[in-house]
């Protein structure tokens, strides 16, 4: 298990050196800084599509409610898989001590994996909450 650890954290450390090379690499701009912007022109108006009428105002909120849920979903699950990566990697790091300091430190890992659970929840909850007053 510590073999896999291992291999997973260096992975993270190569990929995060990456970034950061490619993110050092990067063309700078040469390019004169505009000292007075350009002048605003007023945006052509677009005539509606014929046959098609524009989406009505609850369409566009009911779709906005619905990608809300969505992202609220997605960062729950998000969220619970980290806490229970991270619980994983806790107990592995506790596995290595012995007597009272393993006792201990599983049950803070387990403390702090309960109350990132519940802090995922919470702010899942009032997401849902937003998105189900956002319907009325």
Do not use: N, R, W
């Not at 409610?65 to 619980?87: E, F, N, R, S, V």
């Not at 007597?99 to 403390?111: E, F, H, L, Q, S």
């Amino acid at each position: 298990m510590f073999k896999q650890f291992a291999a997973l954290l260096a992975g993270v450390v190569t990929l995060s050196m990456s970034v950061l090379a490619v993110a050092a690499d990067a063309p700078k701009s040469t390019a004169p800084a505009a000292t007075t912007p350009p002048p605003m022109t007023a945006p052509a108006a677009t005539p509606p599509a014929s046959g098609s009428m524009a989406a009505s105002p609850k369409a566009e909120v009911k779709a906005d409610a619905k990608a809300m849920k969505a992202k609220a979903d997605g960062d729950y699950k998000a969220a619970k898989a980290k806490a229970d990566a991270d619980y994983k990697a806790a107990k592995a790091e506790c596995g290595k001590k012995t007597g009272a300091d393993k006792k201990a430190c599983t049950k803070d890992a387990k403390a702090a994996h309960d109350g990132a659970i519940k802090m995922a929840k919470a702010e899942h909850d009032k997401e849902a909450a937003d998105v189900k007053a956002m319907k009325k």
